[in-house]
């Protein structure tokens, strides 16, 4: 979901929540008839189609469950159109929060931006025109500076949203916070060198006291960045696993897995 | 890291962690798309993306079963007029070449 608006309609609105449901009643009414005429291979096939329209209905109806609870969510009205980097960043931030908080899901992922050239974007507390982060990234020695700016523009976004999220108390007492794991990282250690090694990554929250926090943790000496070495780039020696990530955040979700993609163990020193 | 000074006894910096470029695509189409991988880099035959169903919807499978939505996918690309392959504008996928993003 990137356009506020639907977003906002998609989660919060229940008129159009009605207009769903009015189109899966028609269709499961017109599926039902349908059913008695089809052979039996194509009522297995059939039955799949079934499936996947009661479930968007059995969506709707729990959605309908939280009216009262969702009604309660104040939220503004999201605006149409382009809006400058920071605000859009926000805005679906709070939606994701506010969805977080009502229990309409568990899980979320947040894309902050495309890996795509060529993006000038409006950073509106920075410069008076839009600028390409790509650009910057990739010219480094000229745009340092201005690089610096838009990766503090992007951590203070995320600190916005891990700062709503601390202020949402919940029915344990802790925090929204305090309750979840929020990670904020990137694919690429450097974007100049497109290197997938010395990856950032920041964890904000527990998970429930699940993780540790308030440190560092460097997991790897061997990992960096990527050099120039006689003209050649010499990737390093490698460090640990990104996955080894994935899966001691799976376990500690509940999870039993043993390996998740290519992880070697779990990273038990990030745990509580 | 400073504007998460007011928080910091509340977060954790982890550093050291890398992942493996599995050569054959453009150097970027991995970035994002495989970030939450399940698939191991060189595991997969009939595609060049080491890229299969993400962390988030293999741990909605378990912890997203009673919610109404069993995950949520937020974007902010606010062009329209998208270029690249669906591998730069994607992290959340259902399977190998499936992502689950749409235009809500």
Redesign the interface.
């Known amino acids: ?3 506020p608006l ?2 906002y309609r ?2 919060f609105k229940s008129d159009e929540r009605s207009a769903y449901k009015n189109i899966t009643d028609l269709v499961l009414d017109d599926a039902r008839s349908l059913k008695k005429e089809l052979g039996y291979a194509d009522q297995q096939k059939f039955g799949e189609y079934f499936e996947s329209i009661r479930a968007i209905e059995t ?1 709707i109806s ?2 309908d469950g ?1 009216k009262a609870e969702l009604s309660k969510v104040d939220l503004d009205i999201p605006l149409d159109g ?2 400058p ?1 920071g605000e ?2 926000r805005l ?2 709070d ?2 929060v506010a ?1 977080l908080q009502t ?17 000038p974007y409006l950073f509106e507390s920075l410069f008076d025109k839009p600028k390409s982060h790509h650009m910057m990234s990739h010219n480094q020695g000229r745009y340092v500076d201005d690089l610096i700016k838009v990766d ?1 523009f992007y ?2 976004q ?2 916005y949203l ?2 709503r999220m ?1 202020r949402v108390e919940e029915a344990n007492g802790k925090t929204l ?2 309750n979840i794991l929020f990670t904020y ?5 450097d974007g100049s060198t ?1 290197q ?11 998970g429930g006291g699940k ?13 960096g960045l990527v050099k120039k070495v006689n003209g050649t780039y010499k990737t ?1 020696e ?9 899966l001691t ?2 376990k500690a ?3 039993k897995l043993d390996r ?3 992880s070697t163990s779990t ?1 038990s020193s ?1 745990l509580a | ?4 000074a ?16 599995q050569p054959g695509t453009d ?6 798309s ?8 060189f595991s997969l035959k009939h595609t060049p993306y ?1 890229q299969a169903r ?3 919807h ?3 499978d ?3 079963r009673e ?13 329209k007029d ?3 392959s669906i ?6 996928w259902y399977g190998t070449g499936a992502c689950s ?4």
């Open positions: 979901m990137r356009d639907l977003t998609r989660l969506q729990r959605l939280m382009k809006m980097r859009y960043i679906m931030g939606l994701m969805s229990g309409l899901t568990n899980v979320a992922t947040f894309m902050v931006g495309p890996e795509r050239w060529d993006t503090y951590m203070e995320f600190a891990c700062d601390n916070l305090d990282g990137s694919g690429l250690g497109h997938y090694s010395a990856l950032p990554i920041i964890i904000a929250g527990s993780f540790i926090t308030g440190k560092h943790l460097n997991v790897s000496a061997k990992s390093p490698g460090g640990v696993p990104l996955a080894n990530l994935w955040q799976a979700m509940g999870l998740f993609a290519d990273i990030l | 890291m400073k504007p998460l007011g928080l910091k006894d509340k977060i954790t910096l982890v550093t050291g962690l890398d992942r493996t470029f150097v970027h189409a991995q970035c994002a495989c970030f939450l991988s399940s698939a191991s880099p080491p993400t962390l988030d293999i741990i909605a378990k912890i997203g919610t109404p939505f069993k995950t949520l996918e937020f974007s902010c690309n606010s062009h998208n270029k690249e591998q730069f504008d994607n992290i959340s993003s749409f235009d809500a």
